[in-house]
Structures are given as C-alpha cells and as structure tokens.
T-cell receptor, first 112, second 113 residues
Framework: NAGVTQTPKFQVLKTGQSMTLQCAQD?????MYWYRQDPGMGLRLIYY???????DKGEVPNGYNVSRLNKREFSLRLESAAPSQTSVYFC???????????FGDGTRLSIL | DQQVKQNSPSLSVQEGRISILNCDYT??????FLWYKKYPAEGPTFLIS?????DKNEDGRFTVFLNKSAKHLSLHIVPSQPGDSAVYFC????????????FGTGTRLTIIP
C-alpha cells in the first residue's frame, strides 16, 4: 500500500546513545516532516524538508539532526539521546498543491 | 504559547447522537484548518479541512464550521458511530508558511454503544 513507512516501530535507548529513525514515502511527495507527540502537547514539528536537498528547523529542533537522502527518504538522528527525547515520533509527507499531510504509524522511543 | 487549543481533553457521546469537537486558535494569520483522527498505535489520518474563505465544509457525516471573528472552529459528526472513537486533532497553518502545521493537544472521543 502507498504511504509513509517508519522504522523501527519501537526502540529503547540509554542516555547518550545515538539513533537514526528512518522514514520513506512512495507517493512522490516533495515535502517531508518529522513531528514528536508528547502527552498534553499535541504534535510538534522538529524538522522539515520542502524538497530534496533542503532541510529547515521546526518548533523543537534542539538535539536532532535530519538528512533528506533522496526524494523518498527523510531520516531523523539523535546524536546523544536524553530522557527528554522520550516520545512518539511521526514522519509525514505532503504534496505541494494539497494542504494535507500523510503520516506514518510512528516510532515509540524510550530513553532510559 | 499554544496557538491552537482544544480545551476538552475528552468527550463521550451516545451512538447515533451528534459529536461536537471544538478548537480555538489565537493566530489571526492562520488561513487553513484541518482535522485529523488518530487511533492508538497508528499515525494521524486526515479527516476534513476548511479554508478561511469559507465558513462551512461538509463531507458525509463530518462537517467543519469556522467562525473567524471568534477564532473558533468545530467538527460535527452526525450520526456518531463506534468506529469514531479516537483522538481528534485540530491543526492550522497559514499561507506562506504551509510547511508549519500547528496542532492542538487533541480530544479523545468515546462513542458509547
């Protein structure tokens, strides 16, 4: 099925470890996004990529890096994980002409 | 600073009745609004949207109303069905900054059979 695929679905890390969350979409969308969801906070934008080769900071970028590897893939990296980064991470993509984001099923990340 | 607010964390509605979910926003520059539905362990899925040039948009059982002067929008679900039980997120963005979708904190809707 077409859509946004995230890997892994679950991950437990120790403080200070590094981790890359993977995201791929097969809808030929130009724009891709990383959000985090925390209780009582809704979804907050971490980074986004409006097109292949470009990335920009969102609302909560500290502690994260991203790579837009090609049009399909957009990865999120935690270089030195902290307990405050325990969250559910969602990747999304969007067609330029339609204001509708398509989300993956999320990665649940726990930092001990 | 929460620019999109959903003041009701939860709502319970009898099956067959109308569900009304509310959302308020503070940024008058927002000109496009969306509702997303989220089941546990899944990503949010797009439900319905409305542009600021309209005050109502309808899609089957779902209708979104926008009151720009009050900076308020609502989602009506009629009739409510058990499969509607989920968390509903209101979201907003503005022209010229379509990349930055701002979400509310969500309302958990439970439909009682």
């Amino acid at each position: 099925n077409a859509g946004v695929t995230q890997t892994p679905k679950f991950q437990v890390l120790k403080t200070g470890q590094s981790m890359t969350l993977q995201c791929a979409q097969d809808m030929n969308h130009n724009s891709m996004y990383w959000y985090r969801q925390d209780p009582g906070m809704g979804l907050r934008l971490i980074y986004y990529s409006a097109s292949e080769g470009t990335t920009d900071k969102g609302e909560v970028p500290n502690g994260y890096n991203v790579s837009r590897l090609n049009k399909r893939e957009f990865s999120l990296r935690l270089e030195s994980a902290a307990p405050s980064q325990t969250s559910v991470y969602f990747c999304a993509s969007r067609r330029d002409v339609l204001v509708s984001w398509h989300f993956g099923d999320g990665t649940r990340l726990s930092i001990l | 600073d929460q620019q999109v607010k959903q003041n009701s964390p939860s709502l319970s509605v009898q099956e067959g009745r109308i569900s009304i979910l509310n959302c308020d926003y503070t940024n008058s520059m927002f000109d496009y609004f969306l509702w997303y539905k989220k089941y546990p362990a899944e990503g949010p899925t797009f439900l319905i949207s409305i542009s600021s040039i309209k005050d109502k948009n309808e899609d089957g059982r779902f209708t979104v109303f926008l009151n720009k002067s009050a900076k308020h929008l609502s989602l009506h679900i009629v009739p409510s069905q058990p499969g509607d039980s989920a968390v509903y997120f209101c979201a907003a963005c503005r022209q010229g900054s379509r990349e930055k979708l701002t979400f509310g904190t969500g309302t958990r809707l439970t439909i009682i059979p």
